[in-house]
Protein backbone atom coordinates (compact mmCIF):
# COMPACT_ATOMS: atom_id res chain seq x y z
CA UNK A 1 0.00 0.00 0.00
CA UNK A 2 2.71 2.19 0.90
CA UNK A 3 4.17 1.65 -2.51
CA UNK A 4 1.14 2.57 -4.10
CA UNK A 5 0.75 6.01 -2.27
CA UNK A 6 4.47 6.73 -3.28
CA UNK A 7 4.03 6.30 -6.61
CA UNK A 8 0.94 8.25 -7.32
CA UNK A 9 2.81 11.12 -4.52
CA UNK A 10 5.33 11.30 -7.41
CA UNK A 11 3.44 10.64 -10.20
CA UNK A 12 1.21 13.51 -9.24
CA UNK A 13 4.12 15.91 -8.53
CA UNK A 14 6.14 15.11 -12.03
CA UNK A 15 3.01 15.03 -14.47
CA UNK A 16 0.28 16.55 -12.73
CA UNK A 17 -3.58 15.83 -13.19
CA UNK A 18 -4.73 17.64 -16.58
CA UNK A 19 -7.49 19.94 -15.32
CA UNK A 20 -9.85 18.76 -18.48
CA UNK A 21 -9.69 15.09 -17.37
CA UNK A 22 -13.17 13.11 -18.23
CA UNK A 23 -14.96 10.07 -17.44
CA UNK A 24 -15.19 8.02 -20.49
CA UNK A 25 -18.24 5.86 -19.29
CA UNK A 26 -19.04 3.92 -16.26
CA UNK A 27 -16.33 3.02 -13.94
CA UNK A 28 -14.15 3.87 -16.68
CA UNK A 29 -10.39 5.29 -15.28
CA UNK A 30 -9.99 8.81 -14.93
CA UNK A 31 -8.00 9.86 -18.03
CA UNK A 32 -5.81 12.95 -18.26
CA UNK A 33 -6.38 15.70 -21.38
CA UNK A 34 -2.76 13.53 -23.12
CA UNK A 35 -4.94 9.96 -22.70
CA UNK A 36 -7.97 11.67 -23.76
CA UNK A 37 -6.41 13.25 -27.01
CA UNK A 38 -4.88 9.93 -27.41
CA UNK A 39 -7.95 8.12 -27.35
CA UNK A 40 -10.00 10.28 -29.64
CA UNK A 41 -10.59 9.40 -33.26
CA UNK A 42 -7.60 10.16 -35.75
CA UNK A 43 -8.01 10.69 -39.49
CA UNK A 44 -7.30 7.42 -41.10
CA UNK A 45 -4.84 8.47 -43.48
CA UNK A 46 -3.24 6.10 -46.02
CA UNK A 47 0.11 4.69 -45.16
CA UNK A 48 3.09 4.08 -47.76
CA UNK A 49 2.57 0.52 -46.37
CA UNK A 50 -1.14 0.69 -46.90
CA UNK A 51 -3.56 0.72 -43.71
CA UNK A 52 -5.94 -2.23 -42.75
CA UNK A 53 -9.41 -1.58 -42.58
CA UNK A 54 -10.82 -0.09 -39.45
CA UNK A 55 -6.61 1.18 -38.18
CA UNK A 56 -5.37 4.34 -38.06
CA UNK A 57 -2.02 5.62 -38.94
CA UNK A 58 0.09 6.35 -36.09
CA UNK A 59 0.63 10.51 -35.90
CA UNK A 60 3.88 9.60 -34.09
CA UNK A 61 4.69 7.44 -37.25
CA UNK A 62 4.44 9.75 -39.53
CA UNK A 63 6.69 12.25 -37.78
CA UNK A 64 9.10 9.21 -37.34
CA UNK A 65 8.81 8.78 -40.71
CA UNK A 66 10.03 12.32 -41.69
CA UNK A 67 13.14 12.23 -39.60
CA UNK A 68 13.84 8.59 -38.69
CA UNK A 69 17.41 8.77 -37.01
CA UNK A 70 16.76 11.67 -34.45
CA UNK A 71 12.92 11.09 -33.32
CA UNK A 72 12.91 12.29 -30.09
CA UNK A 73 10.37 9.24 -28.80
CA UNK A 74 10.96 6.81 -30.93
CA UNK A 75 14.51 5.02 -31.53
CA UNK A 76 15.86 4.06 -35.09
CA UNK A 77 16.31 0.35 -34.69
CA UNK A 78 15.48 -0.65 -38.26
CA UNK A 79 18.70 -2.55 -38.61
CA UNK A 80 18.79 -4.53 -35.18
CA UNK A 81 19.38 -8.18 -35.71
CA UNK A 82 21.82 -10.25 -37.47
CA UNK A 83 23.47 -8.53 -40.55
CA UNK A 84 21.08 -5.52 -40.27
CA UNK A 85 17.94 -7.36 -40.04
CA UNK A 86 18.37 -9.78 -42.79
CA UNK A 87 15.55 -11.99 -42.49
CA UNK A 88 17.21 -15.69 -43.47
CA UNK A 89 20.38 -17.02 -42.16
CA UNK A 90 23.11 -18.91 -43.84
CA UNK A 91 23.33 -22.45 -44.42
CA UNK A 92 27.54 -23.37 -44.88
CA UNK A 93 27.87 -26.87 -45.82
CA UNK A 94 27.89 -29.53 -43.38
CA UNK A 95 31.83 -30.71 -42.54
CA UNK A 96 30.63 -32.89 -39.10
CA UNK A 97 28.06 -35.15 -37.66
CA UNK A 98 28.74 -35.65 -34.02
CA UNK A 99 27.89 -39.09 -34.50
CA UNK A 100 31.53 -39.34 -36.07
CA UNK A 101 32.66 -38.21 -32.70
CA UNK A 102 31.64 -40.46 -30.85
CA UNK A 103 28.31 -39.08 -30.00
CA UNK A 104 25.68 -41.37 -29.10
CA UNK A 105 21.79 -40.00 -29.54
CA UNK A 106 20.24 -43.04 -26.93
CA UNK A 107 21.11 -40.51 -24.31
CA UNK A 108 23.24 -43.79 -22.85
CA UNK A 109 26.65 -41.33 -22.82
CA UNK A 110 27.97 -37.85 -21.93
CA UNK A 111 27.84 -36.55 -25.53
CA UNK A 112 29.43 -33.14 -25.10
CA UNK A 113 33.09 -33.90 -25.66
CA UNK A 114 32.12 -35.69 -29.22
CA UNK A 115 30.15 -32.59 -29.70
CA UNK A 116 32.88 -29.99 -28.91
CA UNK A 117 35.69 -31.69 -30.73
CA UNK A 118 33.09 -31.77 -33.78
CA UNK A 119 32.75 -27.81 -33.16
CA UNK A 120 36.09 -27.08 -32.71
CA UNK A 121 37.16 -29.32 -36.13
CA UNK A 122 34.65 -27.09 -37.74
CA UNK A 123 36.13 -23.99 -36.15
CA UNK A 124 40.05 -25.56 -37.36
CA UNK A 125 38.34 -25.82 -41.01
CA UNK A 126 37.21 -21.88 -41.57
CA UNK A 127 33.69 -22.65 -40.18
CA UNK A 128 30.74 -25.43 -41.99
CA UNK A 129 27.61 -27.14 -40.10
CA UNK A 130 28.40 -29.42 -37.31
CA UNK A 131 24.62 -31.61 -37.61
CA UNK A 132 23.67 -33.54 -34.31
CA UNK A 133 20.81 -35.60 -36.10
CA UNK A 134 17.45 -36.98 -34.24
CA UNK A 135 17.95 -38.46 -30.71
CA UNK A 136 18.54 -37.13 -27.31
CA UNK A 137 21.94 -36.72 -26.63
CA UNK A 138 23.33 -36.21 -22.56
CA UNK A 139 25.58 -33.65 -21.98
CA UNK A 140 27.27 -33.20 -18.85
CA UNK A 141 29.65 -30.30 -20.00
CA UNK A 142 29.26 -26.81 -21.71
CA UNK A 143 28.95 -26.61 -25.42
CA UNK A 144 30.85 -24.58 -26.58
CA UNK A 145 31.14 -22.47 -30.34
CA UNK A 146 34.00 -20.03 -30.13
CA UNK A 147 34.79 -19.62 -33.58
CA UNK A 148 33.84 -17.52 -36.75
CA UNK A 149 31.28 -19.60 -39.06
CA UNK A 150 30.19 -22.36 -37.12
CA UNK A 151 26.57 -23.38 -37.45
CA UNK A 152 25.38 -26.29 -34.63
CA UNK A 153 22.69 -27.48 -36.22
CA UNK A 154 20.03 -30.36 -34.99
CA UNK A 155 16.88 -31.82 -36.73
CA UNK A 156 14.52 -29.28 -35.29
CA UNK A 157 13.62 -28.44 -31.59
CA UNK A 158 11.46 -30.79 -31.36
CA UNK A 159 13.82 -33.84 -32.98
CA UNK A 160 17.36 -32.64 -31.67
CA UNK A 161 17.83 -32.92 -27.40
CA UNK A 162 20.44 -31.75 -25.47
CA UNK A 163 19.65 -33.22 -21.99
CA UNK A 164 21.97 -30.65 -19.47
CA UNK A 165 22.87 -32.96 -16.24
CA UNK A 166 24.57 -30.38 -14.42
CA UNK A 167 25.23 -27.00 -13.87
CA UNK A 168 27.97 -24.32 -13.86
CA UNK A 169 28.88 -23.99 -10.88
CA UNK A 170 29.72 -27.44 -10.66
CA UNK A 171 31.34 -26.67 -14.43
CA UNK A 172 33.15 -24.12 -13.93
CA UNK A 173 32.93 -22.44 -10.40
CA UNK A 174 31.22 -20.44 -8.39
CA UNK A 175 31.11 -17.12 -9.29
CA UNK A 176 30.49 -14.17 -6.77
CA UNK A 177 29.29 -11.25 -8.45
CA UNK A 178 32.13 -7.92 -8.68
CA UNK A 179 29.63 -5.93 -6.88
CA UNK A 180 29.95 -7.53 -3.76
CA UNK A 181 27.66 -9.38 -1.76
CA UNK A 182 26.57 -13.30 -1.55
CA UNK A 183 24.96 -13.27 -4.87
CA UNK A 184 25.67 -15.77 -7.98
CA UNK A 185 26.90 -14.24 -10.90
CA UNK A 186 25.33 -17.11 -12.65
CA UNK A 187 22.16 -15.35 -11.81
CA UNK A 188 22.75 -13.56 -14.96
CA UNK A 189 25.67 -14.95 -16.78
CA UNK A 190 26.88 -17.37 -18.59
CA UNK A 191 25.25 -20.32 -20.63
CA UNK A 192 25.44 -24.22 -20.93
CA UNK A 193 25.60 -23.81 -24.67
CA UNK A 194 28.05 -21.09 -24.54
CA UNK A 195 28.66 -18.56 -27.95
CA UNK A 196 31.44 -16.65 -27.07
CA UNK A 197 35.10 -15.92 -28.81
CA UNK A 198 37.61 -18.94 -27.55
CA UNK A 199 40.28 -16.85 -26.08
CA UNK A 200 37.25 -14.15 -24.48
CA UNK A 201 35.49 -17.65 -22.83
CA UNK A 202 39.23 -18.73 -21.21
CA UNK A 203 40.23 -15.61 -19.74
CA UNK A 204 36.87 -15.00 -18.66
CA UNK A 205 36.51 -19.00 -16.60
CA UNK A 206 40.37 -18.63 -15.73
CA UNK A 207 39.07 -15.12 -13.67
CA UNK A 208 35.93 -16.95 -12.39
CA UNK A 209 37.96 -20.34 -10.79
CA UNK A 210 40.64 -17.57 -9.72
CA UNK A 211 37.69 -15.53 -8.15
CA UNK A 212 39.20 -12.26 -9.74
CA UNK A 213 35.44 -11.44 -10.82
CA UNK A 214 35.79 -10.03 -13.92
CA UNK A 215 33.71 -7.15 -16.61
CA UNK A 216 32.03 -9.50 -19.32
CA UNK A 217 31.93 -6.95 -21.46
CA UNK A 218 33.95 -5.55 -25.40
CA UNK A 219 37.25 -4.81 -23.56
CA UNK A 220 38.09 -7.50 -21.71
CA UNK A 221 37.72 -8.93 -17.72
CA UNK A 222 39.47 -5.31 -16.34
CA UNK A 223 37.88 -3.28 -19.47
CA UNK A 224 41.77 -2.42 -20.50
CA UNK A 225 41.93 -4.62 -23.54
CA UNK A 226 42.00 -2.04 -26.27
CA UNK A 227 43.49 0.62 -27.98
CA UNK A 228 42.95 3.87 -29.00
CA UNK A 229 42.43 4.34 -33.07
CA UNK A 230 41.60 8.28 -33.33
CA UNK A 231 39.64 10.53 -31.63
CA UNK A 232 36.30 12.04 -33.41
CA UNK A 233 37.53 16.19 -34.88
CA UNK A 234 34.14 17.66 -34.63
CA UNK A 235 31.17 17.20 -33.04
CA UNK A 236 28.38 14.91 -34.17
CA UNK A 237 24.73 14.61 -33.41
CA UNK A 238 22.64 11.36 -32.45
CA UNK A 239 21.57 10.22 -36.12
CA UNK A 240 24.69 10.93 -37.83
CA UNK A 241 26.05 8.06 -40.59
CA UNK A 242 29.23 10.32 -40.77
CA UNK A 243 32.11 11.53 -38.66
CA UNK A 244 34.88 13.51 -38.54
CA UNK A 245 38.01 12.14 -36.93
CA UNK A 246 41.66 13.46 -36.25
CA UNK A 247 43.34 10.79 -37.81
CA UNK A 248 41.39 8.00 -40.60
CA UNK A 249 45.06 6.02 -40.81
CA UNK A 250 44.28 3.00 -39.31
CA UNK A 251 40.51 2.69 -40.10
CA UNK A 252 39.79 0.50 -43.20
CA UNK A 253 36.39 -0.46 -44.79
CA UNK A 254 35.04 -2.96 -42.98
CA UNK A 255 36.43 -2.96 -39.71
CA UNK A 256 34.51 -3.61 -36.42
CA UNK A 257 35.43 -0.92 -34.21
CA UNK A 258 34.44 0.32 -30.38
CA UNK A 259 33.09 3.99 -30.22
CA UNK A 260 33.34 4.70 -26.60
CA UNK A 261 32.12 8.09 -24.69
CA UNK A 262 33.60 9.05 -21.07
CA UNK A 263 31.02 10.84 -19.24
CA UNK A 264 32.57 13.65 -17.39
CA UNK A 265 32.29 15.15 -14.03
CA UNK A 266 29.33 16.70 -13.88
CA UNK A 267 27.45 13.35 -15.30
CA UNK A 268 26.09 14.85 -18.51
CA UNK A 269 26.64 11.55 -20.67
CA UNK A 270 24.12 10.23 -18.33
CA UNK A 271 21.62 12.63 -18.65
CA UNK A 272 22.21 12.57 -22.38
CA UNK A 273 21.16 8.90 -21.99
CA UNK A 274 18.27 9.99 -20.12
CA UNK A 275 17.25 12.35 -22.91
CA UNK A 276 18.75 15.50 -21.18
CA UNK A 277 15.17 15.95 -18.87
CA UNK A 278 15.04 19.02 -16.65
CA UNK A 279 15.21 15.98 -14.04
CA UNK A 280 18.49 14.50 -14.75
CA UNK A 281 20.07 17.89 -13.56
CA UNK A 282 18.80 17.03 -10.18
CA UNK A 283 19.02 13.70 -9.87
CA UNK A 284 21.63 12.24 -7.83
CA UNK A 285 24.69 10.44 -9.79
CA UNK A 286 27.18 9.89 -8.03
CA UNK A 287 26.12 7.46 -5.29
CA UNK A 288 25.17 5.17 -8.29
CA UNK A 289 28.17 3.25 -8.39
CA UNK A 290 27.04 0.13 -10.22
CA UNK A 291 25.89 2.54 -12.81
CA UNK A 292 29.04 5.06 -13.34
CA UNK A 293 30.59 1.16 -13.34
CA UNK A 294 29.28 1.31 -17.19
CA UNK A 295 30.71 4.04 -18.51
CA UNK A 296 32.46 4.40 -20.67
CA UNK A 297 29.53 3.76 -23.03
CA UNK A 298 30.40 1.15 -25.30
CA UNK A 299 29.00 0.74 -28.66
CA UNK A 300 30.58 -1.82 -31.11
CA UNK A 301 29.92 -0.56 -34.84
CA UNK A 302 31.37 -0.96 -38.33
CA UNK A 303 33.57 1.08 -40.76
CA UNK A 304 31.68 1.05 -43.96
CA UNK A 305 33.54 4.29 -46.26
CA UNK A 306 36.80 6.11 -45.35
CA UNK A 307 36.92 9.62 -47.01
CA UNK A 308 40.71 10.06 -45.96
CA UNK A 309 40.97 13.59 -47.82
CA UNK A 310 38.04 14.84 -45.52
CA UNK A 311 38.66 12.70 -42.78
CA UNK A 312 35.44 11.60 -42.95
CA UNK A 313 34.02 7.95 -41.47
CA UNK A 314 30.80 6.47 -42.17
CA UNK A 315 29.15 3.83 -40.33
CA UNK A 316 26.57 0.99 -40.54
CA UNK A 317 24.36 2.50 -38.10
CA UNK A 318 23.49 6.20 -37.19
CA UNK A 319 25.13 7.47 -34.11
CA UNK A 320 22.99 6.20 -31.37
CA UNK A 321 24.06 9.28 -29.08
CA UNK A 322 25.17 12.79 -29.57
CA UNK A 323 29.44 13.00 -29.90
CA UNK A 324 30.28 15.46 -27.62
CA UNK A 325 33.95 17.10 -27.44
CA UNK A 326 33.27 16.59 -23.32
CA UNK A 327 32.83 12.40 -23.31
CA UNK A 328 36.09 12.37 -25.57
CA UNK A 329 34.66 10.14 -28.52
CA UNK A 330 37.10 8.06 -29.77
CA UNK A 331 37.39 5.18 -31.71
CA UNK A 332 38.99 1.97 -30.33
CA UNK A 333 39.68 -1.69 -30.47
CA UNK A 334 38.02 -4.42 -28.81
CA UNK A 335 38.18 -8.30 -27.75
CA UNK A 336 37.94 -10.13 -30.91
CA UNK A 337 34.35 -11.09 -31.29
CA UNK A 338 32.67 -14.36 -32.67
CA UNK A 339 31.07 -13.70 -35.71
CA UNK A 340 28.84 -15.36 -38.64
CA UNK A 341 27.71 -18.47 -36.03
CA UNK A 342 24.88 -19.74 -35.16
CA UNK A 343 22.61 -22.48 -33.29
CA UNK A 344 19.36 -23.95 -34.72
CA UNK A 345 17.06 -27.17 -34.49
CA UNK A 346 17.25 -27.99 -30.79
CA UNK A 347 15.72 -28.68 -27.58
CA UNK A 348 18.01 -28.09 -24.48
CA UNK A 349 16.30 -29.86 -21.63
CA UNK A 350 17.60 -29.04 -18.27
CA UNK A 351 17.38 -31.75 -15.99
CA UNK A 352 15.08 -30.77 -13.10
CA UNK A 353 15.52 -28.86 -10.46
CA UNK A 354 13.78 -26.48 -7.86
CA UNK A 355 14.19 -22.85 -8.96
CA UNK A 356 16.79 -21.35 -6.64
CA UNK A 357 16.29 -18.71 -4.31
CA UNK A 358 16.60 -15.09 -6.06
CA UNK A 359 19.99 -14.00 -7.02
CA UNK A 360 21.52 -17.68 -5.72
CA UNK A 361 20.73 -19.38 -9.12
CA UNK A 362 23.47 -22.51 -9.91
CA UNK A 363 23.45 -21.79 -13.63
CA UNK A 364 21.75 -24.17 -14.96
CA UNK A 365 21.22 -21.60 -18.31
CA UNK A 366 20.12 -21.57 -21.60
CA UNK A 367 22.12 -20.39 -24.34
CA UNK A 368 24.01 -17.43 -24.08
CA UNK A 369 25.58 -15.13 -26.66
CA UNK A 370 28.65 -13.37 -25.41
CA UNK A 371 30.99 -11.25 -27.47
CA UNK A 372 28.86 -12.25 -30.30
CA UNK A 373 28.35 -9.72 -33.46
CA UNK A 374 25.92 -10.95 -36.01
CA UNK A 375 25.38 -14.24 -34.58
CA UNK A 376 21.92 -16.27 -34.48
CA UNK A 377 19.54 -18.92 -32.58
CA UNK A 378 16.55 -20.30 -34.33
CA UNK A 379 14.40 -22.68 -33.28
CA UNK A 380 15.67 -23.07 -30.18
CA UNK A 381 14.08 -24.44 -26.74
CA UNK A 382 15.27 -24.21 -23.60
CA UNK A 383 13.29 -25.85 -20.56
CA UNK A 384 13.82 -26.18 -17.47
CA UNK A 385 16.65 -23.50 -16.72
CA UNK A 386 17.47 -21.07 -14.14
CA UNK A 387 17.75 -18.11 -16.87
CA UNK A 388 17.01 -18.92 -20.97
CA UNK A 389 18.43 -16.40 -23.51
CA UNK A 390 20.77 -14.38 -22.16
CA UNK A 391 22.90 -11.28 -24.39
CA UNK A 392 25.91 -10.56 -22.43
CA UNK A 393 27.79 -8.09 -24.47
CA UNK A 394 25.61 -8.96 -27.72
CA UNK A 395 25.58 -6.70 -30.87
CA UNK A 396 23.45 -7.34 -33.82
CA UNK A 397 22.36 -10.78 -33.11
CA UNK A 398 18.83 -12.13 -34.17
CA UNK A 399 17.35 -14.84 -31.70
CA UNK A 400 14.32 -16.05 -33.59
CA UNK A 401 11.26 -19.12 -33.32
CA UNK A 402 12.82 -19.35 -29.01
CA UNK A 403 10.82 -20.98 -26.38
CA UNK A 404 11.00 -20.90 -22.44
CA UNK A 405 9.17 -23.73 -21.10
CA UNK A 406 9.09 -25.91 -18.00
CA UNK A 407 9.37 -25.33 -14.48
CA UNK A 408 10.51 -21.91 -14.87
CA UNK A 409 13.04 -19.28 -14.47
CA UNK A 410 14.83 -16.11 -13.17
CA UNK A 411 15.21 -14.53 -16.47
CA UNK A 412 13.87 -16.01 -19.41
CA UNK A 413 15.29 -13.65 -21.60
CA UNK A 414 18.49 -10.97 -20.52
CA UNK A 415 19.73 -8.20 -22.33
CA UNK A 416 22.88 -7.14 -20.62
CA UNK A 417 26.34 -5.37 -20.28
CA UNK A 418 26.69 -3.29 -23.07
CA UNK A 419 24.17 -5.39 -25.59
CA UNK A 420 22.91 -3.43 -28.43
CA UNK A 421 21.18 -3.80 -31.99
CA UNK A 422 19.80 -7.45 -30.92
CA UNK A 423 16.55 -8.78 -31.80
CA UNK A 424 14.24 -11.08 -30.46
CA UNK A 425 11.51 -11.87 -32.45
CA UNK A 426 8.39 -14.66 -32.65
CA UNK A 427 9.43 -15.60 -29.03
CA UNK A 428 7.62 -17.47 -26.36
CA UNK A 429 7.71 -17.39 -22.57
CA UNK A 430 5.40 -20.37 -21.71
CA UNK A 431 3.38 -20.30 -18.36
CA UNK A 432 5.53 -22.70 -15.84
CA UNK A 433 4.83 -26.20 -15.01
CA UNK A 434 5.05 -26.31 -11.16
CA UNK A 435 4.06 -23.27 -8.63
CA UNK A 436 7.05 -20.87 -7.82
CA UNK A 437 8.96 -21.91 -4.88
CA UNK A 438 8.85 -19.09 -1.68
CA UNK A 439 12.16 -16.93 -2.26
CA UNK A 440 12.10 -16.80 -6.22
CA UNK A 441 11.52 -14.19 -9.05
CA UNK A 442 10.19 -14.05 -12.38
CA UNK A 443 11.37 -11.42 -14.37
CA UNK A 444 10.69 -11.45 -18.08
CA UNK A 445 12.13 -9.68 -21.08
CA UNK A 446 15.03 -7.97 -19.57
CA UNK A 447 17.48 -5.42 -20.58
CA UNK A 448 19.86 -3.42 -18.44
CA UNK A 449 23.38 -2.32 -18.01
CA UNK A 450 23.53 0.34 -20.91
CA UNK A 451 22.23 -1.85 -23.28
CA UNK A 452 20.37 -0.19 -25.88
CA UNK A 453 18.50 -0.23 -29.57
CA UNK A 454 17.70 -3.77 -29.35
CA UNK A 455 13.99 -5.40 -30.32
CA UNK A 456 11.55 -8.03 -28.70
CA UNK A 457 8.84 -8.27 -31.27
CA UNK A 458 6.17 -10.79 -31.68
CA UNK A 459 5.95 -12.43 -28.76
CA UNK A 460 3.60 -14.40 -26.27
CA UNK A 461 4.83 -14.10 -22.62
CA UNK A 462 2.31 -16.33 -20.57
CA UNK A 463 3.63 -15.00 -17.86
CA UNK A 464 6.49 -12.01 -16.85
CA UNK A 465 6.75 -8.39 -17.54
CA UNK A 466 8.79 -6.52 -19.58
CA UNK A 467 11.80 -6.35 -17.19
CA UNK A 468 13.67 -3.04 -17.12
CA UNK A 469 16.88 -3.64 -14.68
CA UNK A 470 17.81 -0.53 -13.90
CA UNK A 471 21.35 0.52 -15.21
CA UNK A 472 19.91 2.52 -17.25
CA UNK A 473 19.27 1.26 -20.39
CA UNK A 474 18.39 3.61 -23.48
CA UNK A 475 16.63 3.59 -27.06
CA UNK A 476 14.70 0.12 -26.56
CA UNK A 477 11.74 -1.24 -28.47
CA UNK A 478 9.16 -3.47 -27.49
CA UNK A 479 6.12 -4.42 -30.44
CA UNK A 480 3.56 -6.72 -31.12
CA UNK A 481 3.56 -8.44 -27.67
CA UNK A 482 0.75 -10.60 -26.19
CA UNK A 483 1.80 -10.44 -22.12
CA UNK A 484 0.24 -12.18 -19.04
CA UNK A 485 1.49 -9.17 -16.90
CA UNK A 486 2.65 -11.23 -13.58
CA UNK A 487 6.56 -10.57 -13.09
CA UNK A 488 8.88 -7.98 -11.56
CA UNK A 489 11.48 -5.81 -12.54
CA UNK A 490 14.80 -5.62 -10.96
CA UNK A 491 18.26 -3.84 -10.06
CA UNK A 492 20.68 -2.69 -7.54
CA UNK A 493 19.28 0.68 -6.60
CA UNK A 494 22.88 1.90 -6.97
CA UNK A 495 22.41 0.90 -11.22
CA UNK A 496 20.43 3.92 -11.16
CA UNK A 497 17.34 4.74 -13.31
CA UNK A 498 14.90 2.41 -14.68
CA UNK A 499 14.91 3.75 -17.82
CA UNK A 500 16.84 5.66 -19.94
CA UNK A 501 15.32 7.67 -23.14
CA UNK A 502 13.41 6.77 -26.05
CA UNK A 503 11.72 3.55 -24.75
CA UNK A 504 8.87 2.59 -27.28
CA UNK A 505 6.22 -0.14 -26.41
CA UNK A 506 4.01 -0.87 -29.62
CA UNK A 507 0.69 -2.51 -30.00
CA UNK A 508 1.58 -4.61 -26.93
CA UNK A 509 -1.90 -6.39 -24.96
CA UNK A 510 -2.39 -6.93 -21.56
CA UNK A 511 -4.73 -9.88 -20.93
CA UNK A 512 -4.53 -9.11 -16.90
CA UNK A 513 -5.12 -5.35 -17.03
CA UNK A 514 -1.46 -4.98 -15.22
CA UNK A 515 -0.06 -1.15 -16.20
CA UNK A 516 3.56 -1.96 -14.58
CA UNK A 517 6.75 -2.00 -16.80
CA UNK A 518 4.31 -1.30 -19.84
CA UNK A 519 2.18 1.57 -19.67
CA UNK A 520 5.79 3.77 -19.67
CA UNK A 521 4.33 7.12 -20.38
CA UNK A 522 4.57 8.27 -16.74
CA UNK A 523 7.87 6.79 -15.58
CA UNK A 524 10.33 6.66 -18.85
CA UNK A 525 11.79 9.98 -20.27
CA UNK A 526 10.83 10.78 -24.01
CA UNK A 527 9.35 7.08 -24.44
CA UNK A 528 6.55 6.43 -26.77
CA UNK A 529 3.96 3.94 -25.24
CA UNK A 530 1.36 3.36 -28.51
CA UNK A 531 -1.20 1.00 -28.80
CA UNK A 532 -1.31 -0.87 -25.45
CA UNK A 533 -4.63 -2.34 -23.70
CA UNK A 534 -6.07 -0.19 -21.03
CA UNK A 535 -4.52 -1.09 -17.77
CA UNK A 536 -4.98 0.06 -14.23
CA UNK A 537 -1.83 0.40 -11.31
CA UNK A 538 -1.50 -2.80 -9.17
CA UNK A 539 1.28 -4.33 -7.68
CA UNK A 540 3.52 -1.64 -8.72
CA UNK A 541 6.98 -1.25 -7.65
CA UNK A 542 8.20 1.00 -10.92
CA UNK A 543 8.52 4.95 -9.47
CA UNK A 544 9.62 7.59 -11.24
CA UNK A 545 13.75 8.53 -11.74
CA UNK A 546 13.49 11.57 -12.51
CA UNK A 547 11.03 14.90 -11.86
CA UNK A 548 9.47 17.18 -13.90
CA UNK A 549 7.96 16.84 -17.72
CA UNK A 550 8.92 13.74 -18.91
CA UNK A 551 8.34 14.45 -22.35
CA UNK A 552 6.62 11.11 -23.04
CA UNK A 553 3.75 10.33 -25.78
CA UNK A 554 1.01 7.86 -25.40
CA UNK A 555 -1.18 7.14 -28.66
CA UNK A 556 -3.69 4.72 -29.03
CA UNK A 557 -4.12 3.86 -25.55
CA UNK A 558 -6.61 1.09 -25.16
CA UNK A 559 -6.95 0.12 -28.73
CA UNK A 560 -3.68 -1.95 -29.26
CA UNK A 561 -5.77 -3.54 -32.58
CA UNK A 562 -6.35 0.18 -33.68
CA UNK A 563 -2.55 1.55 -34.34
CA UNK A 564 -0.98 1.17 -37.58
CA UNK A 565 2.02 0.31 -38.34
CA UNK A 566 0.98 -2.89 -36.56
CA UNK A 567 4.62 -4.04 -35.70
CA UNK A 568 7.09 -1.21 -35.44
CA UNK A 569 10.17 -2.81 -36.22
CA UNK A 570 9.28 -4.28 -39.04
CA UNK A 571 7.83 -0.98 -40.64
CA UNK A 572 11.27 0.50 -39.98
CA UNK A 573 13.09 -2.20 -41.50
CA UNK A 574 10.86 -1.63 -44.62
CA UNK A 575 11.64 1.94 -45.37
CA UNK A 576 15.13 1.05 -46.34
Not at 286 to 313: H, N, Q
Not at 538 to 546: A, C, L, R, S
Amino acid sequence: MGTEIDRRRLLGGAMGLAAGATLLGAGAPLLTATDAAAAAPAPRTPDATGTPGGARTSALWREFRAHPYAHPQIPYVGRAGYLGGRTSFPRPPVVADVRDFGARPDGSADAAPAINRAIAAAGWRGGGTVLVPPGTYRVDDVIRLGHDNVVLRGAGSGRTTLHATRNLTELIGPYGSRYGGDKSSWSWAGGLIWVCPDARWRTLTDAIRARAWPFEGWTGDRRDEWRTLTGLAAPARRGDWSVTVEDPSALRRGDRVLLQLIDDESHSLLAHMAGDVEGAADYVWTDKTKLTSYVPYEWPCRVVAVDRLRRRVTLDRPLPLDARPAWQPRFTTLVRPVTGSGVEGITLDVVETPQAQHLLDKGYNGVALQCAWDCWVDDVTVNNVDNGFLLVAAKACTLRRTRVTGRGSHHPYCCREGSHDNLVEDFVLAQRTVPAPEGTQLHGINVEGLSSYNVWSRGRMEMGTFDTHRGMPFANVRTEITVDNTGSHGGDASAGPLYGARFAHWNVTVTNQRAGCVRIDDIAPYSATVGISQVRPFGQIDVPDFTGPLHSRIESYGHPEAVHPRNLYEAQRALR
